[in-house]
């Protein structure tokens, strides 16, 4: 099945020397290759093209986490953060399974270090109650049944049974898998450049290499706004958030219990970190949140900070040995909820903004995307998160 | 002129399908390469064997510190040192001058964070002043003058002005391009096998490789006593000992002042850090000291130590990117010293254990085995650094 264009499209004839595909994706992270595989899937011939620099995907930790991650005013994400959730079990079949995709079923713990940070734990839970969010509190000898390496000065910890964690490096291996068998072409070199013609996005040129396209998705992550070529005036209003991440390991020829089974969040002294366990053993401790430009450099402080505020938690991570540091850049919105619809240019659609959601969204991004390019209007859960709402909003102040 | 053979030697015939040198100089670490530049200059025939591994040459700060190295006991180390370090410049001008080799002369300042360390270095003062080292008290003030950016809690610090710290890299690069200037072959391949015939060292072989030569320089530093096919009795008794050592640098586009001009050596509740800077900015963190074999991964409590403490002492690296962290395996012996001269095999020749020193004694070390190699006794210095000390001490026990 070839994708229904909407009637406002016209077939762009491709210049000489160019390929011509049905669309064309900016990005391959997980977003950009879900709505490439989606894409392909029903029918449309798709090009992603890439940078092949690092991404935001690979940084990641993988938590599925709509419970704790819940903030105060974030009700349509919310939503949307729940609905994946839900559907995350069919989404990883799809990718392969749990033998390709491992995921994590034993939920997340937030604790606190402090009384103070336990005072903020428990204003959060409040709200979260009301939002009609499972959570259960555990005792501090329930806690340390289930997590016996956690330091003594944690007491009890809130169970978010529903959280699911993913290895989300094998997520954005098995999405490029899929989009490939399904027909996707991939293309890496230098940054991308949006070909505009007349007004309407008519493809993407790549170093030498130009591809022409009915439809341009812009997945740049937390590089859409300074994609070249894009029009001003239909940039998303993404902003990069750098993060820290650091992965632990065993150390080789050690063997013992695992140093975690639950996802564990936990305020230090009014910091956040969080600590994702592996099913071999690596322990993902994330994340500072730094409004630093598109400045990926890992500093002093952030690895410091997580080393620092990892140990207070969970004292046995200093046998654990330092596998990996590394940096992501996040796309922030100011909402931050996803951005994804039609611009303001014909023939580019945008798919981005995913900030701490890329992984658990870019199931449902890849299919509410495909949706939309082959002509249907956004589904229900989708309407606020169209591009035009900070256009719009701004009309309104 | 081709080396004089002591007459004990006989001349080797290369195996079929072998090539033949005078010296095979297994390891090319700075010893190594310092060993094969200088016999290949008196006119031997020279190969270095090395596995392509990664030498603890490169992981090493470069403090060129008799003075604040001397510790109790040590006496025919500090000499040796002090010999080293006075004949460095004329060495480093060898080597291609300090372009090519930076070193710098500010000195090394001694410090304490707490009274309980401050009295701890007076203790070690006192004995170095008892041994004619120059050192020089400064006050508080004239302390914050030269290093502005050191912790408040950092008093006064003892100035060690004929402290040098290099390039350790440099150092390394320059010694394997003198070495090949100079005739020098190099052979990277897996690990070296010591060939011996009727008891004495005839060759190596590495991999299908096989180099036959009269004489076997075993610089293997850390690897020294597990190099196959070395006799038991001659194997030098060398343990390693593990480093971590963080490379810091200048976040990309910020300027500023360096964070420090001289290396400063501190203790910070009774643990010792050292922060070495370079002029390119750079500041070399180390180094823990960890008996655990050949392992060399990199551990989460070393690196939060050494960050925790750097930061106690110079809170400004927090701003500065964490370029690298890495661990290598110092050659550690019974007394601290290295192991130089002719071992219980004929033709085997040890050159290794020179722990803490490498770097330093790199120059004199090449200059001592040319000499014995060529069928020279040891020189004053080098009279009870030979490998039958060990053994020696043992009967007399």
New interface residues.
């Given amino acids: 099945m070839r994708p229904h264009r909407p009637s406002n499209l016209l077939r762009v004839m491709p210049a000489k020397g160019a390929t011509a595909v049905d669309v064309v994706v900016i990005g391959a992270g997980v977003i950009g290759l879900s709505c490439a595989w989606r894409l392909a899937q029903q029918g449309a011939e798709v090009t992603v093209v890439d940078d092949g620099g690092p991404a935001a995907s690979d940084v990641a930790a993988g938590m599925l986490a709509p419970v704790t991650e819940a903030a105060f005013g974030e009700e349509p994400l919310l939503r949307l953060a729940c609905h994946a959730v839900a559907t995350y079990p069919s989404y990883v079949d799809e990718l392969g399974g749990s033998e390709v995709v491992p995921v994590r079923h034993e939920g997340t713990l937030s604790v606190g270090l402090t009384a103070d940070d336990r005072a903020e734990l428990a204003r959060l839970t409040t709200y979260r109650d009301g939002l009609g969010l499972r959570t259960e509190q555990l005792t501090r000898r329930d806690t340390r049944e289930r997590e016996p390496f956690l330091a003594a000065s944690v007491g009890g910890a809130l169970l978010a049974a529903d959280d699911l964690s993913v290895d989300n490096r094998a997520v954005r291996a098995a999405l490029r898998a899929q989009a490939r068998a399904a027909g996707a072409e991939m293309l890496t070199g230098g940054p991308a450049r949006l070909q505009v013609d007349a007004g309407r996005a008519v493809g993407v040129a790549v170093g030498v290499d130009e591809v022409r396209a009915d439809v341009v998705v812009l997945a740049a992550g937390a590089r859409s706004s300074v994609v070249d070529g894009v029009p001003e005036h239909a940039l998303p209003p993404v902003v990069p958030v750098k993060g820290h991440v650091l992965r632990?390991r065993p150390?080789?020829?050690r063997h013992g219990p695992p140093a975690l089974t639950h996802t564990v969040r936990a305020l230090v002294h009014g910091r956040e970190v969080y600590l994702v366990p592996r099913a071999d053993g690596e322990l993902v401790v994330g994340a500072t949140v730094e409004h630093q430009g598109l400045?990926d450099?890992?500093?002093?402080?952030a690895?410091?900070g997580l080393?620092?505020d990892a140990?207070e938690v969970l004292p046995i991570?200093?046998?654990?040995?330092?596998?990996e540091?590394s940096t992501g850049l996040r796309p922030g919105t100011p909402d931050n909820a996803p951005v994804v619809g039609w611009s303001a240019v014909p023939g580019l659609f945008v798919a981005t903004g995913h900030y701490r959601n890329g992984i658990l969204l870019s199931g449902v991004t890849g299919e509410e995307v495909a949706r939309q390019v082959a002509g249907h209007p956004p589904s229900a859960l989708w309407q606020q998160l169209g591009p035009r709402r900070f256009t719009l909003q701004e009309a309104h102040a």
Same sequence: chains 1, 2.
Wanted: proline share 4%; net charge negative; glycine share 4%.
């Fill in positions: 632990l150390q080789p020829g400045d450099t890992v500093v002093v402080a690895v410091r080393l620092r140990h991570v200093d046998e654990l040995a330092l596998a540091v």
